[in-house]
């Protein structure tokens, strides 16, 4: 596609659910980013994926989060026993390989707005 | 490790006045700079980026910004503002040898009719 693109937009689930939360980067580019943005915050990095392996996911909170990207394009956020704390805008990225960088440019997608009630 | 610090989380300027928005980052190696700009309810939307070369750089909507190193500085200026620059600011740092994108906390523009 021409962009990035998250569904769901808006996900509403109850405290203890599981959710996943799928994104679709543009075609061609290796690198993918999850990012969590809390109101009145800037992204923060959860996970990074170089091709289909999970080269850096320090940024996850904790064991209920886990990220895949089985084929090397779309990749899939998942979020077991959800807890109100994780209401939150989660954002993904793509990025194309430059002079065997990744890291010149991050395309966004418009976000998942999960909400945990 | 690295970061960036946006001072001022909220802006009001006049239209057609000066922008300028402040980041200043922290990094033990080179670093590429970036400024996004996030509407309401949008994604994260490039504005500028500096990685190597002329310290200098310029954007979409007509915003600039320029790197000092000396200053570990990468404000961005925008010479007139306009009603549509209303929105979300963010820096972020990254480097030739690092795959994350550092945010900062942002900085909320209002223009002022």
């Known amino acids: 596609g021409a962009g990035v693109s998250q569904t769901p937009s808006n996900k509403v689930t109850e405290k203890g659910k599981y959710v996943e939360l799928r994104c679709d980067p543009i075609?061609?580019?290796?690198?993918l980013y999850w990012y969590r943005q809390s109101l009145g915050q800037g992204p923060e990095f959860l996970i990074y994926f170089q091709g289909t392996g999970a080269a850096d996911d320090s940024g996850l909170p904790n064991d209920r989060f886990f990220a895949v990207r089985p084929e090397g394009s779309v990749s899939t956020l998942k979020i077991q026993r959800t807890e109100r704390g994780d209401s939150a805008v989660y954002l993904c990225a793509s990025s194309p390989t430059v002079r065997a960088r990744t890291n010149t440019e991050a395309f966004f997608g418009q976000g998942t707005r999960l909400t945990v009630v | 490790a690295q970061s960036v610090t946006q001072l001022g989380s909220h802006v009001s300027v006049s239209e057609g006045a000066l922008v300028l928005l402040r980041c200043n980052y922290s990094s033990s190696v080179p670093p590429y700079l970036f400024w996004y700009v996030q509407y309401p309810n949008q994604g994260l939307q490039l504005l500028l980026k500096y990685t190597t070369g002329a310290t200098l750089v310029k954007g979409i909507n007509g915003f600039e910004a320029e790197f000092k190193k000396s200053e570990t500085s990468f404000h961005l200026t925008k010479p007139s503002a306009h009603m549509s620059d209303a929105a979300e600011y963010f820096c972020?740092?990254?480097?030739?040898?690092?795959?994350?994108?550092?945010f900062g906390t942002g900085t909320s523009l209002t223009v002022i009719p």
């Open positions: 075609s061609g580019h290796t690198a």
């Open positions: 972020a740092v990254s480097s030739n040898t690092g795959n994350q994108f550092y």
